[in-house]
């Protein structure tokens, strides 16, 4: 399935990329990455939708963005080590490595 989505790459890499990930399946509105922490996690939606947001000083929950399948989709702040500020939910029952 991983091919679907980068056929550029051989088969060498799609196993070398399959080989650290995690295949995994969240219900619809669940919570697949929490914000408050500071591990590197991205995350190729393979079925589905999620969507991205954070939470404003005053408690409003700001939209960042909506991917579909064949997305990567992480916070900015995984290249560094500052704290996650995004909360990413699935849309629907979702699919993703």
């Known amino acids: 399935m991983v091919f679907k ?7 060498k890499e799609i196993e070398i990329f399959l080989s ?6 969240a219900g619809n509105n669940e919570t697949i990455l929490k914000s ?5 996690t991205i995350i190729l939606i393979l079925q589905a939708a999620a969507s991205a947001y954070n939470i404003s000083k005053d408690g409003r929950e ?5 991917k579909a399948e064949g997305y ?8 560094n080590d500052e704290i996650q500020n995004l909360t ?3 849309i629907g029952e979702t699919h993703f490595l």
């Open 72 to 79: 990567i989709i992480a916070g900015p702040k995984v290249f």
């Open 20 to 25: 650290i990930s995690t295949y995994q399946i």
């Open 62 to 66: 700001l939209s960042e963005y909506l």
């Open 36 to 40: 408050g922490k500071t591990d590197k």
């Open 88 to 90: 990413i939910e699935s």
């Open 5 to 11: 989505f980068f056929p550029y790459l051989g088969e």
